[in-house]
């Protein structure tokens, strides 16, 4: 059974609209993150989140928001979606951010495309 | 900014023999160097780490070297199983917090039966 929960695997969305990212993870974890991987780019960070609190925010548009209802469900909302926002969103967790590297666990994934 | 370079895009072997897949990074206070696989469609998978108070660390057939002085590390994965074809990311950061992780692109390992 998988560990992490991503939803939905594909989306297709146009250029404006807005999307919401599902996740959730039965770990126990602490800290969830979110990153995306473009083609021909290197995986990205995008934020960090521990006990449902922002901990890091490497992304520069305010149109991506986190949203955390419960310690185990980190979602990612995009809005005024854009064709360059076309990734795949990977959601991870760890057991904690105190600051030590720990082993990151990952779903499997959103494919967006936008068109 | 800092970077990791993975000098292998695509690595093909055979069955049995070693593969090596090799990253540099930039950033002389790179402390941790993790490596994850990516199967098709899956998410990224933990496979093995070496911080830099050592220089080898060995788990089964995954071997990992790290040259400080080059900036240089290394996956060797030796005895290759079909298995072991997926798509293999290094990464490397200053600090202990994934946030500061800085990835590799990822080499597209192939063992042929």
Partial sequence: ???????????????????????????????????????????EFMFSYSYQKLMDNQTASSRF?????????LDLQITALKPDDSATYFCASSQWTGGSAETLYFGSGTRLTVL | GEKVEQHE???????????????TYTDTASSYFPWYKQEAG???????????????KQSQRLIVLLDKKAKRFSLHITAT????SAIYFCAASKVGDNSKLIWGLGTSLVVNP
């Fill in chain 2, 9 to 23: 895009s695509t690595l093909s072997v055979r069955e049995g023999d070693s593969a090596v897949i090799n990253c």
């Fill in chain 1, 65 to 73: 928001q986190p949203q955390s209802s419960k310690k185990n469900h």
């Fill in chain 2, 81 to 84: 199983q079909p298995e072991d």
């Fill in chain 1, 1 to 43: 059974d998988p560990k992490i929960i991503q939803k939905p695997k594909y989306l297709v969305a146009v250029t404006g609209s807005e999307k919401i990212l599902i996740c959730e993870q039965y770990l126990g974890h602490n800290a969830m993150y979110w990153y995306r991987q473009s083609a021909k780019k290197p995986l």
């Fill in chain 2, 42 to 56: 899956k998410g990224l998978h933990f496979v093995i780490d070496i911080r830099s108070n050592v220089d080898r």
